[in-house]
């Protein structure tokens, strides 16, 4: 049975520091990567996540079950899939259409799949989520005023599914689960709940239609 007692950052920008952050509220340990070597990271950290602990980017997916990919698109490239063999992938990254791409992530959207399934498609030994990519930064911070705010999870894993929906819950979100990994591309940018808060009912009437 997966855990997120402890979970993986891969991203410690804008994105990946704000799931560091909303995870540590929650009292959830995480480890997180960037480019930069845990000593680089120490002052950024100290600042935007100070509860996280610096790994390198290859030690992310160590010891825990789950890891949030937090890297734009465009710099994919330098993510090798073996490390998150075996692990769910929790793919918080969006299509941004002046963002250059690996080629093998154009051929994908070319062919008509969603970037999550293409993401899927290349991180082929992990189960990939599509979840917490439509909620921004600021949100990520302030969940939950009177009403809980909604937030998609897709997977054609169910067992995956429910893990993340799980810690989506548990970041203070309200989850909205579809039973495949297409169904992301509702959340993509340009859709009507992009970065734009809905409740269950509301994001289940487009995300799950
Ligand atoms: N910003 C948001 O509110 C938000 C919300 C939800 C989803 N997202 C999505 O999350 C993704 C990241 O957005 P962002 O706004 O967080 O970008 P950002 O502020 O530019 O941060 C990007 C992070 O990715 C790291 N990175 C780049 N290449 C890497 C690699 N090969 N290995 C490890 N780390 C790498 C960078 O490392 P360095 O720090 O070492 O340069 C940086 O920490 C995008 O796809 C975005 O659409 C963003």
Redesign the pocket.
């Known amino acids: 049975m997966p855990s997120f007692d402890r979970i993986g950052v891969?991203?410690?920008?804008?994105?990946?520091t704000?799931f560091a952050r909303a995870a540590a509220r929650s009292g959830i340990d995480v480890q997180i990567?960037?480019?930069?070597t845990p000593t680089q990271?120490r002052y950024?950290l100290m600042q935007y996540a100070p509860q996280a602990r610096a790994v390198l980017?290859e030690e992310v997916a160590d010891g825990v079950d789950l890891v949030i990919l937090?890297?734009?698109?465009e710099?994919?490239d330098?993510?090798a899939p073996a490390w998150f063999t075996d692990r769910i992938l929790v793919d918080?990254?969006?299509r941004?259409h002046d963002e250059p791409l690996p080629e093998w992530f154009e051929k994908g959207l070319a062919s008509g799949l969603s970037s999550s399934e293409v993401i899927a498609q290349r991180f082929d030994t992990a189960t990939v989520v599509k979840a917490?990519?439509?909620?921004?930064?600021?949100a990520?911070d302030t969940p939950a005023a009177d009403e809980e705010r909604a937030a998609a999870v897709a997977s054609d894993s169910p067992s995956a599914a429910k893990v993340v929906a799980d810690l989506v819950s548990a970041l203070g979100f309200a989850p909205v689960v579809a039973s495949s990994l297409a169904a992301g591309r509702h959340t993509e940018p340009g859709t009507p709940y992009f970065n734009v808060a809905a409740t269950s009912e509301q994001l289940a009437r487009h995300f799950l239609a």
Do not use: K
């Open positions: 891969l991203g410690a920008g804008r994105a990946g704000a990567a960037s480019t930069r990271m950024h980017a937090a890297v734009p698109q710099d994919l330098d993510v918080a990254t969006n941004w917490l990519n439509h909620i921004s930064h600021w990520m």
